[in-house]
C-alpha cells in the first residue's frame, strides 16, 4: 500500500471553493445550532469582511450580517435565539425542515431523512436531543459531506441530499426568519441562507 | 476527481464569481473561539455504536477540529 492509498478518507484535497463551501455551512450551522455567544459574535464581522462584498448578493448579505453582530449585544442576540426557535409550545420560526414540508414535526420527512443518513453511515451526536431535520443539523451533514467527498461521487452524494433536503424547504424558513417579530439578528440571517443555497443549487445544476 | 472537465472549470468559476471562494477565513477567525463552540448536532457513526447509540468515529472527530468554529 502506499502512501496515496493511505491517505485517511475524511481528508481529501479540497479546492478553495468546496473549503469555502464548507466553511459556510459550518458557519451556519453555528448561526442556528444555539444562541452566538460574546465569542463567536465578536468574531462574526470579521468573518463577514473577509466573504463581504459589494458586487454579490451573498456577499452583501455577509455584510449586513456582520453590520448586525457588531451592533448586538450577545444577551440580545441570545434572548432573541431563545424567543424566536426556543419557545415551549410553538416557536415563531421553527428551525426543522419536517415542520415545512409536512406541516407537523418529526413526521414522513424525518423517516426519509434518518434512511439516507444511515445510509451515508451518520446519525445523531449523543445527548442531543434536536431532530435530524433542524437547519444546523443538516449543514453539518453538507459540511461533512463536501470535505469527505469532493470527487464527482461525492458531489452527486451532495447533490442528491440538498436536493432532498435542504431544497424544499429552505425559502420557507428564510421567509419566516425575515418576518420575525421584533427581532433584528436573525432575520439578517435570512439573506445569508438565501443567497449561499441560491448558489448552491445553481450550481450543483451545473454538475 | 477530474478537475479538468469543462463543467468542473465552470462550475468552479460559478462559485468564484459567486463569492464562495475565499477560502480560510474560518480557519483565521475562529482562531481562540471556544472548542465546543460548534460540536456537529450529526455525526458519523462508529461500527462499535452502530447497534443503539452514535458516536463520533476518529477520523470524523480529526476534520470537526480543523472545522469547527
Known amino acids: 500500500m502506499n502512501a496515496v492509498l493511505e491517505r485517511p478518507a475524511a481528508a481529501p484535497l479540497l479546492g478553495d471553493e468546496d473549503r469555502a463551501r464548507a466553511e459556510h455551512y459550518a458557519v451556519l450551522s453555528r448561526l442556528f445550532a444555539r444562541a452566538p455567544d460574546a465569542d463567536f459574535l465578536h468574531k462574526l464581522p470579521a468573518l463577514a469582511a473577509a466573504w463581504g462584498r459589494a458586487d454579490s448578493a451573498l456577499g452583501q448579505a455577509w455584510l449586513l450580517l456582520g453590520d448586525a453582530a457588531k451592533s448586538s449585544a450577545a444577551e440580545q442576540v441570545e434572548d432573541e435565539y431563545t424567543r424566536l426557535f426556543l419557545t415551549i409550545g410553538r416557536p415563531e420560526v421553527m428551525l426543522f425542515g419536517s415542520f415545512y414540508i409536512a406541516g407537523f414535526l418529526m413526521e414522513e420527512p424525518v423517516v426519509e431523512l434518518r434512511h439516507d443518513l444511515a445510509e451515508l453511515g451518520l446519525g445523531r451526536r449523543l445527548g442531543i436531543t434536536e431532530s435530524e431535520d433542524h437547519i444546523a443539523a443538516l449543514c453539518d451533514v453538507m459540511r461533512h459531506l463536501i470535505v469527505t467527498g469532493p470527487d464527482a461521487a461525492g458531489l452527486a452524494r451532495q447533490q442528491l441530499f440538498f436536493t432532498r433536503h435542504l431544497l424544499p424547504w429552505y425559502e420557507a424558513l428564510c421567509d419566516a426568519l425575515e418576518r420575525a417579530p421584533d427581532a433584528r439578528f436573525y432575520p439578517r440571517t435570512a439573506a445569508v441562507v438565501r443567497a449561499f443555497f441560491e448558489i448552491e443549487r445553481l450550481a450543483f445544476e451545473m454538475l | ?69
Request: charged share 20%.
Open chain 2, 1 to 69: 476527481m477530474n478537475d479538468n472537465k469543462p463543467e468542473n472549470l465552470k462550475r468552479r468559476g460559478f462559485l468564484l464569481a459567486a463569492g464562495v471562494g475565499s477560502a480560510g477565513a474560518v480557519a483565521v477567525v475562529a482562531a481562540g473561539l471556544g472548542q465546543d463552540a460548534a460540536k456537529p448536532v450529526v455525526t458519523a457513526v462508529s461500527d462499535q455504536e452502530k447497534a443503539g447509540s452514535y458516536a463520533e468515529t476518529a477520523h470524523i472527530s480529526n476534520y470537526y477540529r480543523t472545522a469547527r468554529v
